[in-house]
């Protein structure tokens, strides 16, 4: 079945670099994407979300890209802070598609290095 | 709190017994979803209700498995019979309509099947 997948299960970063965060996804119809991060013994904290009718959207901190053509969303964190350390974990959803539930990629553990 | 709210935080339980988790949503959330999250990996969508519509059951692994809800707030999912693969998180999320809407997640109930 399609469903939503990370290119990188870890990543490191030093302290204070940019985090970018990839995810593929392989439903043509998905026309909404989200990102969540999740401690270890925590449930998933949204972070941003994006439609199909936008390519970026920013928040604090934090700005998500989808490119439609590949089929690619990222996550971009700006100045990583130790408290950045998590699993982030990319969804989507086709809500013409009549499913309502998100489907999730497997995610990426985000490592801050001192 | 404000959050979702999940009990119990932790079950052990035999093989072949039932039980029952249950899922308070943020107040005012019309939609409620159902998630299971084996180790290490994204989570998997089970069930979604949302006002008093029938729900989307289409995640639901076996007939075990159901899940209800009463007065179109609080939720019990139960898994009858348990088995060791029913070992995982389960989570429960609510948004303030149905989706493509945030959703909101609770720290999960841990359930261990010996």
């Known amino acids: 079945g399609e469903s939503v997948g990370l290119h990188l299960p870890t990543l490191s970063v030093q302290e204070g670099d940019n985090s970018i965060i990839n995810c593929a996804y392989s439903?043509?119809?998905?026309?909404?994407f989200i990102w969540y991060k999740q401690e270890s013994g925590k449930g998933p904290q949204f972070i941003i979300d994006?439609?199909?009718?936008?390519d970026k959207r920013q928040g604090q901190r934090v700005t998500v890209l989808l490119n439609k053509t590949v089929k690619h969303l990222s996550l971009q964190i700006a100045a990583t802070q130790p408290g950045d350390s998590a699993v982030y974990f990319c969804?989507?959803?086709?809500?013409?598609?009549?499913?309502?539930?998100?489907?999730f990629g497997k995610g990426t553990h985000l490592i801050i290095q001192p | 709190g404000a959050g979702v709210s999940q009990s119990p935080s932790n079950k052990v339980t035999e093989k072949g017994k039932d039980v029952e988790l249950r899922c308070d949503p943020i107040?005012?959330?019309?939609?409620l979803y159902w998630y299971r999250q084996r180790l290490g990996q994204g989570l998997e969508f089970l069930i979604y209700?949302?006002?008093?519509?029938?729900?989307?059951k289409s995640g639901l692994p076996s007939d075990r498995f159901s899940a209800e809800r009463t007065g179109g707030s609080v939720s019990t999912l139960t898994i009858q019979r348990t088995q060791q693969e029913d070992s995982a998180v389960y989570l429960c999320?609510?948004?303030?309509?149905?989706?493509?809407?945030?959703?909101?997640f609770g720290d999960g109930t841990r359930l261990s099947i010996l």
């Open positions: 969804a989507e959803n086709d809500s013409g598609g009549g499913a309502d539930g998100l489907t």
């Open positions: 209700f949302q006002g008093n519509s029938a729900p989307d």
């Open positions: 439903n043509s119809a998905s026309d909404y």
């Open positions: 107040s005012g959330h019309t939609a």
């Open positions: 999320a609510s948004s303030l309509l149905r989706a493509p809407q945030p959703q909101h």
């Open positions: 994006i439609r199909s009718n936008m």
